[in-house]
């Protein structure tokens, strides 16, 4: 389960912080992201990321138009997934999802996959963020 959070109405150069509760599975054994929808627009991977057993490193991934702006953290204790948006512009506007490879469509090999992002098949309910002076 996804249970996303923080999406608001902001003014161009301002920043956010979207908050995904996660339940049911283990972050060590999964990648979490974030996918953004703008009606009539193609669905945009905005930013992946896994640590955990297979990678204790761990590995982010990020679209280009938020790289740099947009970093992506979690908090093991809370099994939360934390995305902070920087600098906001007008284009950012869209309904932000929380995605993770574990439905039925996801084959083990996209458990930890970030390149599989848009393939994430276990979506949130979606988070309104809205930039607009």
């Known amino acids: 389960q996804l249970v996303e959070s923080g999406g608001d109405l902001v003014q161009p150069g301002g920043s956010l912080t979207l908050s995904c509760e996660t339940a049911?599975?283990?972050?060590?054994?999964?990648?979490v992201g974030w996918i953004r929808q703008v009606p009539g627009k193609e669905s945009e991977g905005v930013a992946c990321?896994?640590?955990?057993?297979?990678?204790?490193?761990?590995?982010?991934s990020y679209a280009d138009s938020v790289k740099g702006r947009f970093p992506i953290s979690r908090d093991n204790a809370k099994n939360t997934v934390y995305l902070q948006m920087n600098s906001l512009k007008p284009d950012d506007t869209a309904v932000y999802y929380c995605?993770?490879?574990?439905?039925?469509?996801?084959?083990?090999?996209?458990?930890?996959?970030?390149?599989?992002?848009?393939?994430?098949?276990?979506w949130g309910q979606g988070t309104q963020v809205t930039v607009s002076s």
């Open positions: 990321l896994y640590r955990g057993f297979y990678n204790r490193e761990g590995t982010t």
């Open positions: 995605v993770a490879p574990l439905g039925a469509k996801s084959p083990p090999n996209y458990h930890t996959d970030c390149g599989k992002l848009t393939e994430f098949d276990l």
């Open positions: 049911g599975f283990s972050l060590d054994f999964y990648a």
